[in-house]
């Protein structure tokens, strides 16, 4: 018969009962269980990466707005922070953003729903664009990240979203539609707001980098 799992608070029970672990003064044997256990619930799993695809392009200007004023399509508001896996904000880690636009075309010759940025305090950044279209080559409405900090591997992923037709309204069941989309994980809820001049929708994406 299989034995049970012990817990991590058995372990460290344990521990602390054969004199491997010791609660140094003023620091109790509960306190310091419990001081191990928010410091475990703090890490943080890392995003998965996902495809660069062929549309990257370096160089992109130095803004949080990818749409322009004029541009027809849903607008959608992005914004998250920039973690490592231990829990601690990357404030400064760069952020490079690309995406088709809402007809599926991507800007090869110019900088057009492309843009980069840092975070800010505590990790936190936010763009401003237009739901991005489909297109041909690819099942998904997605928008590219290449995400970057000191001391960290350069994340190259892409986010996608829940209300996606190609999902069936089950991205749960359905994600895999998509042959570059490997995990569920990339795929966020969308809120949609509506105020007397226009409709637009939101979106969180936390980004959580490995060290290096």
């Known amino acids: 018969m299989p ?5 991590r608070r058995d372990i460290l029970s344990k521990c ?4 491997f672990l010791i609660a140094a003064p003023p620091l109790t044997e509960t306190r310091v ?7 475990d ?3 943080r799993k890392p ?3 996902n495809d660069l ?3 990257y392009k370096a160089g992109a200007p130095h803004m949080n707005r990818l749409s322009r004023p004029a541009d027809p399509g849903l607008p959608l508001a992005v914004a998250g922070a920039v973690f490592d896996t231990r829990g601690n904000a990357l404030a400064g880690a760069t952020l490079e953003i690309w995406q088709a636009d ?3 075309q991507y800007d090869n010759t110019g900088f057009h729903y492309r843009a980069q940025f840092s975070a800010g305090q505590g ?3 936010s763009f401003e664009t237009n739901m991005p279209g489909h297109y041909p080559t690819r099942v998904c409405q997605h928008i590219h990240c290449k995400v970057s900090a000191p001391g960290h591997k350069t994340l190259i992923t892409q986010l996608y979203f829940a209300t996606d037709p190609v999902f069936e309204g089950d991205p749960d069941r359905n994600y895999r539609k998509d042959p570059l989309l490997q995990t569920r994980e990339l795929i966020r809820p969308v809120r949609v707001f509506a105020d007397p001049q226009s409709i637009h929708a939101a979106v969180l994406f936390e980004i959580v980098l490995e060290p290096a």
């Open 102 to 104: 809402p007809f599926g």
């Open 3 to 7: 034995r049970a799992r012990l817990s």
């Open 47 to 49: 995003t998965p990466p």
């Open 33 to 39: 269980l419990a001081l191990w256990q928010e410091a």
């Open 123 to 125: 990790g936190a950044y």
């Open 53 to 55: 695809g062929p549309f």
């Open 41 to 43: 619930s703090r890490k």
């Open 16 to 19: 602390f009962a054969a004199g």
